[in-house]
């Protein structure tokens, strides 16, 4: 049976683990011959090795994406091995130091913009110019819901996943008649290396009894949405940032009644403001407060 990626070439950044990783065996199990960008080499390598033990064609580029020579010679490697580039899955990017907006220090606001949003930004301003020699394309880039309801204690983050929203919907008008689509992916919480931080914590308990589907995704599942919007089967599909959260971006609400654990020493409760049901959780660390007043609700100290 014929892969629908077959003869096709996808690049992955930030695939040395996680949701790219995921993403660049996802492409090589559809055909594609994968290129595997990140800074981390000994699991880019890794990355490669799962997929050519599979039978699968992948090349690995060890690239900082906030450089511009080095998005270059990314895009001219490809172009030197495969002779193409079809998709392109912009990845990489870092969860920066967590702090208030007036406390958030220059230095990881512009470090988390430069990988985050100024390196989508460079990867497109090469692969674009490729794809338009080709007659088309497809990119997805990676985002997050932080970008589309805000996370408390990280402006800079915050605002690099806002602006790759944004990005994404500026690119797909400029291409859209030259046959490139440019969509984006906004997971919500999943189980990267991340968040593999809090597992067996209180915090995992509590991002858990906040999703509606009951659990935390997995990098595979985001990893099935951008190739599905790198598809055929999402050919009108352009400029759409798509939630990839298990329903977590649209809030708690008729999930709550009355009050109840959602980890050791936090509660959720209902409360009435001028007759209204206000949820309100009791958070003990500073990643769960900022979590749940991402959903829209009140939270109140330790």
Request: neutral net charge; aromatic residues 6%.
């Amino acid at each position: 049976m014929t892969k629908q990626f077959e003869g096709k070439v996808a690049l992955v950044t930030g695939a040395a683990s996680g949701i790219g990783r995921a993403s660049a065996l996802a492409f090589a199990r559809e055909g594609a011959k994968t290129v595997v960008a990140d800074v981390l080499v000994e699991g880019g390598e890794e990355t490669v090795r799962i997929i050519k033990e599979a039978g699968g064609d992948a090349l690995l580029v060890r690239t900082d994406v906030s450089k511009a020579a080095e998005v270059e010679t990314l895009i001219q490697k490809i172009v030197e091995t495969y002779g193409r580039l079809d998709y392109a899955h912009n990845n990489a990017g870092i969860a920066g130091a967590d702090a208030p907006t007036a406390d958030c220090t220059e230095e990881n606001w512009d470090h988390t913009i430069a990988i985050n949003l100024k390196g989508v930004w460079l990867c497109m301003k090469y692969e674009i110019p490729q794809m338009l020699k080709q007659g088309g394309g497809a990119i997805v880039n990676t985002a997050s819901t932080a970008g589309l309801v805000g996370l408390e204690g990280s402006p800079a983050y915050c605002a690099s996943k806002g602006g790759v929203i944004q990005l994404t919907r500026a690119a797909a008008l400029d291409y859209a008649k030259a046959g490139i689509r440019v969509n984006a992916v906004c997971p919500g919480v999943i189980r990267t290396p991340m968040v593999e931080r809090l597992v067996g914590t209180e915090a995992e308990a509590g991002l858990i009894a906040m999703e509606p589907i009951g659990r935390m995704g997995k990098p595979e599942e985001v990893a099935e949405a951008v190739v599905w919007l790198c598809s055929d089967a999402a050919s009108f599909v352009t400029g759409n940032a798509m939630p990839v959260d298990g329903g977590d971006e649209r809030g708690p609400v008729n999930r709550v009644a009355g009050s109840r654990s959602i980890g050791q020493g936090t509660r959720w409760e209902t409360v009435q403001s001028r007759g209204v049901p206000v949820f309100r959780v009791r958070a003990r660390s500073s990643f769960q407060r900022g979590y749940y007043l991402r959903q829209g609700i009140a939270v109140s100290g330790r």
